[in-house]
């Protein structure tokens, strides 16, 4: 039952809900994906741009831009029932933002999206996959279960394993909720490309710029002014 499924969701920070979208849905956006990346980096199957290029994590919104076709995700009542059912009355929709990594790339480092001193204060991660992420492209999700309670990331080396993290693969149209406080990462993209779409939430009441600081093993970083707030490196202590 769903209700069953988001006290999973606050046990472990995060939860994994396999064909939550249909196939020919999932098809449609990942066309739309390839057509703007496409437009805007020249032949995106042409692998030497990208290895060229040096670009990480390709940020595009695409409902900022009016295409309706994302709107649908938006929208979707059985999205909007789960949602409701983790955060409570009164949430809203932040955004969404589609994440394009070209082959070769890092992924992203450990982090928490927004910083977990404010317990109440946080994003819900609504993610989306039009293709599956395997192994032999990588970009593997990796998170650290139950750090969602007010655990801060601890300072250190950025490409650490922790004792207790797990490895997703998710599917094409596998939706994964995310507490924005949870631990996690994005591996190496080895592949041609990985691609995730996240339409992103929060309680009734926390601010709207509750992404706006985001917390590394190594610095804490302001995205409005572009700055790292907190050097890290400092205060490391090695992790388990
Ligand atoms: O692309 C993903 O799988 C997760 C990306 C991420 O860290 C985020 O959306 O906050
Ligand atoms: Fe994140």
């Given at each position: 039952m769903v209700e069953d499924l988001t006290v999973k969701f606050w046990e472990d920070g995060y939860l994994v809900v396999e064909n939550f979208f249909a196939e020919e849905c999932m098809d449609e956006l990942h066309r739309l994906i390839l057509d703007h990346f496409g437009a805007v980096h020249g032949s995106m199957l042409n692998e030497e741009f990208w290895d060229k290029s040096k670009c990480e994590i390709v940020p595009w919104f695409p409902q900022r831009e009016?295409?309706?076709?994302f709107d649908r995700i938006e929208n979707d009542p059985e999205l909007k029932n789960i949602t409701e059912l983790v955060l409570g009355a009164g949430w809203y929709s932040q955004y969404s933002m589609v994440m394009f990594s070209a082959k070769g790339t890092k992924g992203q480092a450990w982090h928490q999206d927004c910083p977990p001193e404010a317990r109440n204060d946080f994003n819900l991660n609504r993610l989306i996959y039009t293709r599956d992420i395997v192994p032999e492209i990588g970009g593997e999700l990796r998170l650290v279960p139950?750090?969602?309670?007010?655990?801060v990331l601890p300072a250190g080396d950025p490409d650490v394993d922790f004792k207790d993290q797990i490895t997703l693969y998710p599917k094409k149209g596998t939706l994964v909720l995310l507490h924005g406080h949870c631990w996690h990462r994005v591996l190496p993209v080895d592949g041609p490309y990985r691609v995730s779409t996240n339409y992103r939430a929060a309680p009734k009441g926390t601010p709207e710029d509750v992404t706006d600081v985001c917390v590394y093993r190594n610095m804490r970083y302001r995205f409005s002014t572009k700055s790292v707030i907190e050097d890290r490196a400092a205060s490391a202590v090695e992790a388990d």
């Open positions: 009016g295409v309706d076709a139950g750090t969602h309670r007010g655990q």
